[in-house]
């Protein structure tokens, strides 16, 4: 079978991108997942077109009204952010290496790395995707919330769900 060629991906935490991201050189694209007005790793570029900042909460709850008073600036993942993924999943896959991160490199990176191999290397390689993320990083736990978005927007059917439960 004639794979595609991607980038290899890889999902981290906050604190291993701040080590990593300018050792790892110019072509390599980082998607930086964090709460609202958190911090950036360092070499994090803005005007960078393989650089992309995505910003929410790694919660699982849609709905915002679901969190309490003391968490009334909850910002959940939403379609829009999977979107965005999606369009810049090409000029992404022009890199090297992909360098997903989050604060700790488990949920929100995760899932970013699965729906992008999802993206790239299209229907019917989910469970391939998904084993490419654990085999990356053991203690993943991808967000469900942004799973469940990229299967409705890239019409899985829900096999990426199915490949997520079925761990």
């Not at 989050?102 to 949920?107: F, K, L, P, V, Y």
């Not at 919330?145 to 096999?159: F, H, K, N, S, T």
Request: glycine share 6%; charged share 30%; hydrophobic share 35%.
């Amino acid at each position: 079978m004639n794979v595609p060629r991607h980038p290899k991906i890889m999902a981290r935490s906050l604190p291993e991108a701040n080590m990593e991201v300018i050792r790892l050189g110019p072509n390599t694209a980082v998607v930086s997942i964090g709460s609202p007005d958190g911090p950036l790793p360092y070499g994090f570029e803005e005007d960078n077109p393989l650089h992309l900042r995505l910003e929410f909460h790694d919660v699982l709850n849609p709905d915002p009204g679901a969190y309490d008073d003391t968490d009334a600036e909850i910002r959940p993942p939403k379609r829009e952010d999977v979107e965005l993924i999606r369009r810049h999943a090409e000029s992404l896959r022009q890199a090297g290496v992909v360098y997903c991160h989050c604060n700790a490199g488990i949920s929100r990176s995760t899932a970013v790395a699965y729906i992008l191999r999802c993206i790239w290397r299209g229907p019917g390689c989910e469970e391939e995707c998904l084993q490419a993320v654990f085999d990356d990083r053991p203690e993943a736990e991808p967000n469900e919330l942004l799973v469940r978005y990229a299967d409705e927007m890239l019409r899985r059917g829900g096999r990426m769900l199915t490949a997520l439960s079925a761990r």
